[in-house]
């Protein structure tokens, strides 16, 4: 868990590079359409505005932000469901849906790429900064089998199957 204090606050976004939760003023930050930010919506929403800008339409599993930008500049005549040319439009846009281009929101690595990496970078345009307050969790896993009834009926079938083949 990080949690920045107040005299981080006080200072200017660029110079701290974080966004508080409540903060909604931040120029060029993608944060008008969710009530508080954090970078996951940030880049959500970049990614929505661009491919409504784009294609007029967003795939199925994006919330409906087409609902709430209409009323903003920009974003007038947009529906709900893609038409054909909207599917078509989004399946040649999937850098957008699958990267963020490093470019547009991480000034601090520009002097690092040469300029034929910086023309074959793509994905979206978003400058996100990082939350203020971030909770990061680590998720495992593991498996085992767990005898259960139909486990045991299995095996007692297979007893019988030897027994059978050796009448």
Known sequence: HTESSEFVRAMDVKRRNCIFADERDVPNAEVTVFKTYSQENCFLECRAKTLLKTCGCLPYFYPRLDAILQFQEG?????????????????????????IDPMSHNSKIDHVLDLETKQTLQGAKCFCPPSCTNTQYTATHSMATFPNKASRVTKELKKEVKVFDRA
Do not use: R, Y
């Open 75 to 99: 974003f007038k005549n947009l529906t709900a469901a893609c038409t054909l040319e909207g599917w078509k439009c989004l399946m040649a846009s999937t850098h957008v849906l699958e990267a």
